[in-house]
């Protein structure tokens, strides 16, 4: 890859990684998922820069060129995102199944709970007072 190519990767993947902070900082992107980001921004711009570590990595897939080891190497990421996100997605629907479950059984009970004014009323319907 040429020098321009390097520098104007490492360029997008430094604000790539100053969007991931601020994100997180601003609290728009929880920290876990900020993690994953810059893991990945950080392993794609140690790859480009570093261009031994390409070719080993290119020579550990069994790719040809460059290219296709980092085409491999963001479809596995991508994927591995699609079932990290499936996993939170599942458990969110766990979690909220759960809580209408008992706001329901809290709003029946509620309602088959007498209510303070019912029973003060009961209490002096019958009872002659002493």
């Keep these: 890859m040429s020098t321009q190519g390097i520098v104007l990767i490492d360029i997008v993947g430094l604000g ?13 992107l929880h920290v876990g ?8 921004v950080l392993g794609l711009m140690t790859m480009v820069t570093f261009t031994p570590v390409m070719t080993a990595v290119t020579l550990a897939v069994g790719a040809t060129y460059p290219a296709s080891a980092m085409s491999l190497l963001a479809f596995v990421f991508i994927i591995a995102v699609l079932i990290f996100f499936s996993v939170q ?25 007498p209510r303070p004014a019912q029973i003060e009323a009961q209490d002096t319907e019958g009872k002659p007072s002493i």
């Design 89 to 113: 997605l599942s458990q969110l629907q766990a979690r909220q199944v759960d809580l209408a479950q008992s706001l329901a059984l809290r709003e029946l009970l509620d309602r088959e709970a």
């Design 16 to 28: 790539l990684v100053l969007v991931v902070v601020n994100l997180v900082r601003t609290h728009r």
């Design 33 to 40: 998922y900020g993690v994953i980001w810059l893991l990945a």
